[in-house]
């Protein structure tokens, strides 16, 4: 098959060549993951039948249920804490993690994905990073705030709004440049977000240095209230559990497959007597899921006793974690003739058998909270395959619909590589975090912009200098940048009109507003109006 057809085309053929078809064209391939979901409903169901092809559609509504329901889990019980460690022992408040953190976490899959794609943009690429960003920042946003209303500091807000604004004009103008794009106009691309991060981090510096000022100083009344208010944005909102390291009694081992399996095991056991029927059968269901996921992912957790620590399950996991790390990223590799993670897994083993023989069950070591890393590789590279498995679903639905793939770039696509970003920001502002949140709502599309966009841009514009490069922004793309750039504009009029109190009327705002730029498109796909630019 050629490179160039697309997954789409196989409404085109007769029902007897489509199986063959998806099984061997490469849009389609290279669009699944475990699973392959356009195998399953072209090759085992009968779809002349549409009551057939109905409950296909449906079993996979029902599967990408449960795959957000695995995420929210792993996110809301694994991800978050290890973001809080991580901040915190960065000595970061909520908005220098939300640029830096949260938005690298975040958008990592996207980094990996683009370095395994040899930093190659395509036609398609503007569209998809603008949609990502008027997802991100319109409509997650909204639920953000319509979650948990906050105030936000307005110099942050601001500065947030600023980069994020001059990032959608900038990559909108150079891709409207009639001569193409030259490395002198690609290079400044890739400077916003790096420029974003040094100002976040210079930002809570000079923060810092203002407090240290006003405490080395004998203070007015005025004075003390600003002391007062300034001191917040200098931390993360954590309760710290105290660890008593000098009532150390009894053997190192004491308790240790009761404290690994009180860990394993933990089960809501009042909340189950309590429940009701439903309940009883959510918290069953759930429980395989959590154990797995205790299994798999180490965490470090600073408002848990013990922050969490299990001596057992800790070194079982020094030795699983980076072995299956190494074999999702290098499965296919091996050295003297033995798989690489093979001999990830014997060079951890004495490592693990050291920590054993060093550590106690009554009291974490204190290198303990600094091995939330390895948590947090786990973490990522795990919602990483979940959200594959998001948009492999998505996009075989989208090509049973027969959607266009501009439409389905700036819909499906866009929630599926963005359903990772909308259950952490979620998670965060239930847990009080709504100021990170909302920031990574503004920081993740620049990062996301800066991996599949900026970088390709300039390795591309170097590749082919002295000659320019001639990138277009797709079919939906001027559309979805004008819509974006508008409701940037309402974003902003609804902070400043409150004074930065972000009510949930603001929240209210931002997400019909998105349903009415969903209408939009929906019209565009219909052929009823024109898109811009056409």
Known sequence: MHTETLCRKVHDLPETRRCHFVLNTLDCTTNMNF????????????????????????????????????????INK????????????????????????LAIANGSPDLFTA????????????????????????FVAGVVILTRPFNMEPNYYIRDFGFLFLNVVYMDYIHKRPNGITWTLALPAAFIFVGYVMVA???????????????????????????????????LPLKRQVIDRSDVQ?????????????????????????????????????????????????VVDMEKPLYGWSKLLFNIQVMLVPTYIAYIIVRGYTIAGIAAY?????????????IFFLTRTDTPPRFFRFTSSMGFLATVFLIFCLTSEVNAMFFTLATIMKVSQDFSL????????????????????????????????????VFGSFVFLALPLVVQSFVNAPSNINPTEGGFGETVCIFLEVGMGFSMLSAMTTNFKLRRACGFLLVSYYFFFLGVLILLEKGVIHAYGV
């Open 342 to 354: 093979i001999l990830i897994l014997i060079i951890m083993t004495p490592v693990a058998i050291l």
């Open 250 to 298: 009894g053997g190192r081992n004491k308790h240790l497959f009761r404290q690994f399996w009180n860990t394993v095991a933990e089960f809501d056991m009042d909340r189950f007597r309590r429940g009701t029927v439903l309940v009883k059968v959510y918290l069953i269901l759930k429980q395989p899921i959590d154990m797995i996921l205790r299994f798999l992912i180490p």
């Open 78 to 101: 694994y991800f978050c804490p290890i973001l809080k460690v991580i901040a915190d022992s960065l000595r970061m408040n909520e908005s220098t993690a939300g640029v830096t953190v």
């Open 115 to 138: 370095i395994a794609s040899r930093m190659q943009s395509t036609k398609y690429t503007f569209l998809s990073c603008m949609s990502q960003a008027m997802f991100l920042h319109i």
């Open 201 to 235: 981090i210079i930002d809570q510096h000079l923060l810092m240095a203002r407090i240290r000022k006003l405490e080395k100083r004998e203070m007015d009344v005025a004075e003390a209230l600003q002391l007062e208010e300034l001191k917040p944005q200098t931390e």
């Open 410 to 445: 700036a819909t499906a696509v866009c929630w599926a590589i963005s359903s990772n970003d909308l259950v952490t920001n979620l998670s965060l502002a239930h847990q009080g975090w709504p100021r990170m949140a909302l920031t990574a709502t503004f920081s993740a599309p």
């Open 35 to 74: 699973i392959n979901y356009l195998g399953w409903h072209f090759c085992n169901v009968d779809v002349r039948s549409g009551f057939n092809s109905f409950w296909s559609v449906l079993g996979m509504l029902l599967m990408v249920i449960y795959v957000f329901w695995m995420m929210q889990m792993t």
